[in-house]
């Protein structure tokens, strides 16, 4: 292997440190939201990675899309692991399928929404990590009878509002969202 530089002594932390970590397929804090329309795992939080990035896998039922928002702390980007989604990016629209990665920078209208006939997923990436922290606060702990929580109000989104702004979430629906 031709090197630019020689690689560090073998006692060096780059050989030895083993800082990295595993998350398996079905770990991570289960959370559910609008009435369990959308079940996330929260896989990587912020603690685990000193704010740097944030993981969570979304299983989305057919017909729902999430409130069309705007961060203005964190990058998202997302990953369509199954299914077919509408994504709204800015003023307009584009469809996205399985192996398809979309990156929304910070300050940028979007959301999604599940165009299948049956649950579909997103891997769901923050940059910096933040906005997990919402889910971890405001959603729907999973039922151990299996019962679906209520579906989300105008007065439960009124309740969340401090939060949103803590999280520099910004709602932005309109008429025609997914058209």
Do not use: C
Not at 93 to 112: C, E, K, Q, S
């Amino acid at each position: 292997m031709n090197q630019q530089r020689p690689a560090p002594d073998p006692d060096s932390p780059l050989w030895t440190a083993a800082n990295g970590f595993v998350v398996r397929k079905d770990e991570g804090i289960p959370k559910l939201v609008n009435g369990g329309k959308e079940s996330t795992l929260v896989k990587v939080t912020g603690d685990q990675t000193d704010g740097k990035l944030s993981l969570m896998s979304m299983d989305v039922a057919p017909g729902f899309g999430n409130v069309p928002h705007a961060h203005g702390a964190e990058d998202e980007a997302f990953y369509v692991a199954s299914g077919e989604f509408r994504f709204i990016n800015g003023a307009g629209t584009f469809d996205a399928g399985p192996g398809d990665f979309i990156y929304v920078p910070r300050l940028t209208r979007h959301g999604f929404k599940n165009l299948s006939d049956e649950p579909a997923r997103l891997m769901v990436f923050y940059t910096p990590a933040g906005a997990e922290q919402f889910f971890l606060d405001f959603a729907d702990d999973p039922d151990p009878s299996g019962n679906p929580p209520a579906e989300w109000t105008a007065e439960r989104f009124a309740a969340m509002a401090d939060a949103l702004d803590a999280h520099q979430m910004i709602l932005m629906p309109s008429g025609d969202d997914w058209a």
